[in-house]
């Protein structure tokens, strides 16, 4: 089971950018998709964006497209989320989780809660 943890999450203005990092122990990082999560006050989480085994294929949210970006580099166990233009309703909780045995986004999209490993989370905050 590979262990994640999240940072890079603050207090920023509107417009302003930062990237999310997680990264994994354990020898099976490099062998599961991966997503990024998110969860604002008082709502559901919802998936942000996730990436392949490889880091080959991705997929995003509609609300994600065009602002964030998903990459992995797992010769350093990371996984990373820019976010560009940020807007008060990015406000979250954003979470990392870690397929347990699928390598394709899918395994991330289409996964229960309980089928993935998470994080802790990183708080990101965005005042208008």
């Known amino acids: 089971q590979v262990q994640l943890v999240e940072s890079g999450g603050g207090l920023v203005q509107t417009g302003g950018s930062l990237r999310l990092s997680c990264v994994g122990s354990g020898r099976s990082f490099n062998l599961y998709a991966m997503g990024w999560f998110r969860q604002a006050p008082g709502k559901e989480r919802e998936l942000v964006a996730a990436?392949?085994?490889?880091?080959?294929?991705?997929y995003y949210s509609e609300s994600a497209k065009g602002r964030f970006t998903i990459f992995r580099d797992n010769a350093k166990n990371t996984l990373y989320l820019p976010i560009n233009n940020l807007r008060p309703e990015d406000t979250a909780v954003y979470y990392c989780?870690?397929?347990?045995?699928?390598?394709?986004?899918?395994?991330?999209?289409?996964?229960?809660?309980?089928?993935?490993?998470w994080g802790r989370g990183t708080q990101v905050t965005v005042s208008s």
């Open positions: 989780a870690a397929s347990r045995t699928g390598e394709s986004t899918g395994s991330i999209v289409q996964a229960p809660p309980q089928d993935l490993n």
């Open positions: 990436v392949s085994w490889s880091g080959g294929a991705t």
